[in-house]
């Protein structure tokens, strides 16, 4: 392991946060509240902290697998713990336990909160909270490459490591021209998700934050009755139909800006993802308003918005969805499970990994009547590696024995197997809310230090896709490299 640049890219990566601080401290500026000297003392300090660790030498300046990975689960890591001093430092929070939740939270894009009373913060907290998402949807690392061109040596492994999907790739030959491209294309959907907001009747402050927690599907609202606050169906659906663009994969987005559209619907994993939503959108529709709404528009309005929030794994509600009908309410639990596209804002298993397990199984069924047959896996005409299965398979495998696991763990706190089992559910697809006592009402506070503890390794395992934590701790990838 070559330490040096491990501590350097770490240190880059809290100046870069220091200065992702600075819009919040302006907001607790001027609006002369309470977090206006814990934002500043966090600025300094994390600054501070970035600036002493860039200063450290290293005889390579290449980023090799393991630095990649270290980087990667350590820099989440880092900028939770700094990022949560303003929420504890301004009382925000009872303990620095649960301001730490509430950052991984909003880093990676969960949107699960253990505070009880949201109207009541500072304003510059609010911000903050919900920019996490912003900033988390799209990767911290990412954004750091994307600002500095000097980490671009060697920075494919941090790339690699941090980018939700089974492969990585690059659009442009240089990652940082990848990074930049990534980001244009982001500020863009932001933009113009504040434009029809702040149209919509939403204030810019609002707007802003609402589209950080929609863009970046984290699900943070400064209402304590989240989206359902605004009775506005125009609201709910520009949400709405944001959320889903946020679930397709990014790379999908520059062909067609390129003046390739056909490119979007050749594809294959957002083909599956349109179906699955329209399908579960219907069922659900007709399932409320046979049982529950008795009125066809809001059954759709409602279902929509619901099944884009789950899969998406935003986290966002317009309705209680705790109280549907059982069948929509399984419906929402498969979608947890599900999540949106590789290479989106999205957490979850991810579409792709639907889709090419559905061809395996449909392989080995044709197996079973011509046995002798080749059948490679495909997925947009391009034939998937055994090594890509395989990794899939691995991944699948872990992420059922971590969820029942962590679900037997969350249980020790006497709660009901569905509150037990949504919450682990919610909190490793970064989805927010689950079910029973974690439902859309409901929120975090009432677990213990240690299920809270233990509830944010999840979400940082669901967000870097399990193997780079677990990577992360595995003792011989932490000898010198000499």
């Known amino acids: 392991m070559n330490y040096g640049i491990v501590i350097r890219v770490l240190g880059s990566l809290l ?46 300046t290449s980023i090799g697998a393991k630095e990649g990975l270290a980087i990667v689960a350590l820099g989440w890591v880092f900028a939770s713990v700094m990022g949560a001093l303003p929420l504890y430092l301004s009382g925000s929070t009872v303990n620095y336990v649960d301001a730490f939740f509430e950052i ?5 894009t969960t949107g699960a909160t253990i505070l009880t009373e949201i109207e009541g913060l500072p304003q510059g907290v609010l911000f903050w909270r919900s920019f ?5 949807g799209m990767g911290i690392l990412v954004f750091t490459l994307a600002l500095m061109p000097a980490l671009g040596i060697g920075g494919f492994q941090i790339f690699k490591a941090e980018s939700p999907g089974p492969v990585a790739g690059k659009i442009a030959p240089r990652l940082r021209d990848t990074a930049k491209i990534l980001y244009i294309t982001y500020v863009t959907i932001t933009l113009a998700e504040v434009l029809l907001l702040t149209i919509g009747g939403m204030s810019i402050y609002e707007s802003f934050i609402h589209t950080f927690g929609t863009v970046g ?6 209402r304590n009755g989240s989206i359902g606050d605004y009775d506005s169906t125009y609201i709910h659906m520009v949400i709405a139909f944001f959320m889903v663009a946020s ?38 529709a007709i399932d409320l308003w046979l049982v529950s709404y008795h009125n066809v528009g809001y059954s759709l309005r409602d279902a929509f918005f619901q099944v884009s929030s789950i899969i998406t794994t935003t986290g ?36 792709i990994r639907m889709l090419v397990m559905m061809k395996l199984v449909k392989r080995e069924v044709g197996k079973l009547y011509h046995p002798r047959a080749m059948m490679p896996v495909k997925v947009n005409n391009k034939v998937v590696s055994n090594e890509t299965v395989a990794r899939i398979n691995s991944f699948l495998a872990l992420y059922l024995l971590l969820f029942l696991f962590s679900t037997l763990l969350v249980s020790l706190e006497q709660v009901d197997l569905v509150t037990a089992g949504s919450a682990v559910a919610a909190t490793l697809g970064n989805i927010g809310p689950g079910l029973e006592l974690v ?16 509830l944010s390794l999840l979400m940082l395992l669901g967000r870097l896709e399990l193997f780079t934590i677990i990577a992360l701790v595995a003792p011989k990838h932490w000898r010198i490299d000499v």
């Open 247 to 284: 679930g397709v994969n990014f790379s999908l987005y520059y062909s067609f800006f390129r003046g390739k559209p056909t490119e979007l619907f050749k594809d294959e994993e957002f083909r599956l993802y349109m179906k699955i939503i329209a399908i579960a959108t219907i069922a659900i």
């Open 439 to 454: 439902g859309p009402t409901q929120n975090y506070s009432f677990f213990s230090i240690p299920t809270k503890i233990l």
């Open 104 to 108: 991984v939270s909003g880093f990676t």
């Open 316 to 351: 966002y509600g317009t309705a209680d969805f705790d109280l549907w009908p059982t069948f929509s309410k399984g419906i929402l639990l498969i979608l947890m499970f599900v999540g949106a596209s590789a290479g989106s804002t999205g957490g979850g298993m991810k579409i």
């Open 217 to 222: 599907t984290g699900g943070f609202s400064n």
């Open 15 to 60: 100046i870069v946060e220091a200065a992702l601080m600075l819009p919040s401290y302006l907001i607790a500026l001027s609006s002369q509240g309470p977090d206006r000297i814990p934002f500043l003392i966090t600025i300094l300090l994390t600054a501070i902290i970035g600036g002493l660790m860039t200063r450290k030498k290293s005889v390579q």
């Open 132 to 136: 996490t998402h912003w900033i988390g």
